[in-house]
């Protein structure tokens, strides 16, 4: 029996109102978390102070990591809209490649090698870096090649045929690895490029406050500056308002300001705070904030960023203009495969041991990441990554270490329940 218009309506007025019943019982259970979390949290803050900022700083070292490999998963979805699940295995790649490098070839000591009368300190840093670069390389061609033969064939298929390929991919590239080891499950220890020292927090905290602030006070004084401009009619000054390297000082130099800032005071509060920091942490930072400016200098002041960002916005059009857009999603993966190399080095620095499925939990916790900061924006991968560093961390310290993937990964459903594109993803159709 067909209905009326009259219980049509009805009919869809009472599906959405239930809709609104149960989006604000949802809303009442996140905030009733929200506040536990809070509570349990400021009560480790107040009762464990020197422990409570000391799993920050932790959580800064696993958050930087998780940024890099972010990075790829948003700039690959920004412009051919696939989840690469093989970003992961990239990142494991990664990890390899330095693994052998430093144990079989010894290229961390080239410049002893060449140079026999070379200060340590600056044959560390450069065979480190020589490290780093060799794993990017080869993460990045890795990359290339995954578009080339497993992507492109099927861009113009259904989505869901290359998120398959991208599984299979992975599987592969995970089991191909073991290889070298005859199939051994175990973790194998993996040889630092350096030695690890630990010293106090406070002996660098200063320096980083003062850097922490003078990005902080620079950034604010740009953005002032823009603004003004910009009521005073100057057509340039809102665009460079907006201007990502702004924003990225805006959010780094005033969180590590005030984190920081209480580390460096944390002796004067009270006594017996023992916060340490490791050379390993200190590079871990500066190696992610170096890359990701860089990045931010490639996409936004090159040619090749340029053509990234329009094949991003419209591809069709893009050809039209005359861009290669296979050249530039070609480009995007190598860009994206070495931050996941680099991103690969540091993890097992920090953490001293390599498997074949290691790229599994941080490539999806990156992915997590990707999605809550917006995925699509590099400011909202680097964000999103420090979040998930943090609730990690924190939910391991201080409420439960076998629910902390669990609680870390609920962090996708609260934000998807309250902002469904991201914090810094823009709503379908406002794109301009």
Do not use: C
């Amino acid at each position: 029996m067909a209905t009326t218009p009259v219980e049509r309506t009805n009919s869809l007025i009472l599906h959405r109102r239930s809709g609104m019943v149960l989006n604000r019982i949802s809303q009442g259970l996140l905030a009733l978390a929200g506040l536990f979390v809070l509570y349990v949290l400021g009560k480790a803050a107040v009762g464990n102070p020197d422990v409570f900022l000391q799993q920050i700083l932790n959580g800064l070292q696993l958050g930087f990591i998780y940024a890099l490999i972010a990075l790829g998963y948003t700039m690959i979805y920004g412009i051919v809209k696939l989840i690469n699940f093989a970003h992961g295995d990239v990142f494991m790649v990664g990890a390899f490649t330095s693994f052998f490098a430093i144990s079989t070839a010894g290229l961390h000591r080239w410049p002893q090698m060449v140079w026999p009368g070379i200060g340590e300190g600056a044959a560390t840093v450069i065979g480190t870096v020589t490290v780093i670069v060799l794993s990017m390389l080869v993460a990045g061609f890795l990359a290339v090649v995954m578009e080339r033969f497993a992507y492109r064939p099927l861009r113009n298929m259904p989505r869901i045929a290359a998120l398959i390929t991208a599984i299979g991919v992975s599987f592969f590239l995970e089991y191909f690895a073991q290889l070298p080891f005859v199939y051994t499950n175990n973790y194998i220890t993996y040889p630092r490029p350096f030695e690890i020292s630990v010293f106090h927090a406070s002996d660098v905290s200063t320096l980083v406050m003062v850097s922490a602030w003078g990005v902080l006070s620079i950034s604010v004084v740009a953005y002032g500056v823009f603004a003004w401009l910009d009521r005073q009619g100057h057509q340039r000054a809102a665009v460079w308002r907006r201007h990502p390297i702004i924003q990225f000082g805006l959010l780094l130099g005033g969180f590590l300001a005030v984190v920081m800032t209480l580390i460096g005071t944390a002796p004067s509060l009270g006594e017996g705070w023992d916060l340490t920091i490791s050379n390993i942490t200190v590079v871990i930072m500066i190696s992610s904030i170096l890359l990701q400016v860089m990045l931010q200098y490639i996409v936004q002041r090159t040619r090749m960023g340029k053509a990234m960002r329009a094949a991003a916005y419209d591809k069709p059009t893009a050809r039209l203009m005359g861009i290669n857009v296979d050249w530039v999603i070609a480009a995007t993966f190598a860009l994206g495969g070495g931050l996941a190399g680099a991103a690969g080095v540091l993890y097992a620095t920090a953490y001293k041991q390599v498997h074949h499925l290691m790229g599994i939990m941080p490539g999806l916790k990156a992915f997590v990441a990707a999605v809550i900061g917006g995925i699509g924006s590099i400011p909202g991968a680097f964000v999103g990554a420090l979040i998930m560093g943090q609730t990690e961390v924190l939910s391991a310290g201080f409420i439960s270490t076998p629910m902390r993937d669990a609680i870390a990964f609920s962090m996708l459903i609260v934000v998807l329940l309250i902002r469904p594109q991201g914090i810094f993803g823009e709503p379908p159709g406002e794109k301009v």
